[in-house]
């Protein structure tokens, strides 16, 4: 089966990141960045695609999932938003990339829209699956409906020790089972959930995703090192950058939407696509759609 390596690996923050690097040393940096409960290989066929263009792509493992490590033990395994988004910032500083297009989708989707909205000049474009992902945590508590709110049972579950226990134990199945959950009409086999699947062996993998489903509700404190970013992103800010929205037309978890209800969120040129049928995990069932958008912004040319 297909695997995107080798791997290096590079210090950046407060992590040893773990990543693949392909295409030309001198092209267009597109940074793809995975979701949970996935790992690089949602990007297995986008970026051999884009490298083939010409782009220089960079698909790191995030934090909490092998073989990315924390460097310090007394780091806080915090899964917050703005902990993601720096995360992106560090190895792009680390690898001396001065901008990228950043893309992603669930929590590398967040990180991406964390990127483009704080650091702007990082920033010559996004492409983010379900819009606009940085979290409204004071509004976290007003309910969506009950069709909503039953796709979410993960994040409830987690709030408890007995999800924290469940996680532990039936990381495989619990995993497995939101992968056919959201992407109903994806037919996987064993070899492909296993290939991504390893990366949850992580022992920070259970610390970091139930923090992150923790604190998007207000449930637990962030890590203070990024109480600042948090505080920012509190106020919702607006992306400006050039953006490609894309939404699965089979999203089990969130719905397609026709993007209007977050054209406020962005001030920049913005389009939304809906690609039919397929999932949750968009870049790894339709990567052609997933690199084309890529590489639209890419190739753009950036003003002087």
Not at 43 to 51: E, N, R, S
Not at 163 to 192: I, M, Q, Y
Not at 242 to 258: E, K, M, Q, Y
Request: glycine share 8%; proline share 7%; net charge neutral.
């Amino acid at each position: 089966m297909k695997r995107l390596e080798p791997l290096r690996h590079v210090d950046a923050g407060v992590l040893d990141i773990a990543y693949y690097e392909a295409g030309p040393a001198d092209g267009p940096v597109a940074m793809l960045m995975h979701g949970y409960p996935y790992d690089i290989h949602s990007y297995v066929d986008v970026a051999p695609d884009l490298a083939a263009r010409g782009c220089r792509v960079i698909v790191p493992y995030l934090r909490g999932y092998s073989p990315t490590r924390f460097l310090d033990g007394a780091t806080p395994r915090s899964g917050e938003q703005a902990a993601l988004g720096a995360d992106l910032i560090a190895l792009m500083d680390a690898l001396k990339i001065r901008t990228a297009v950043v893309a992603g989708y669930d929590w590398g989707g967040r990180a991406a829209c964390v990127a483009a909205a704080l650091w702007p000049a990082r920033v010559t474009g996004l492409v983010c699956v379900n819009s606009y992902l940085i979290q409204n945590i004071a509004r976290a508590m007003v309910p969506t409906s009950p069709a909503g709110e039953k796709a979410i049972w993960y994040q409830y579950y987690f709030h408890n020790e007995r999800g924290v226990a469940g996680l532990s134990a039936n990381r495989r199945e619990l995993t497995r089972l939101l992968w056919k959950d959201w992407s109903p009409n994806w037919n996987f086999d064993d070899a492909t959930f296993e290939r991504a699947a390893v990366s949850f062996d992580n022992p920070d993998f259970v610390p970091v995703v139930i923090h992150n489903y923790r604190h998007r509700f207000g449930l637990v404190d962030g890590d203070p090192a990024y109480a600042g970013l948090q505080k920012r992103l509190a106020a919702q800010p607006v992306i400006s950058v050039p953006a490609i929205t894309l939404d699965g037309g089979g999203d089990g978890v969130i719905a397609a939407t026709d993007g209007k209800g977050s054209a406020h969120l962005f001030s920049g040129p913005r389009s939304h696509r809906i690609v039919p049928k397929v999932g949750h995990n968009l870049p790894q069932e339709a990567p052609k759609a997933f690199a084309d958008a890529v590489w639209e912004l890419a190739s753009a040319k950036q003003p002087a």
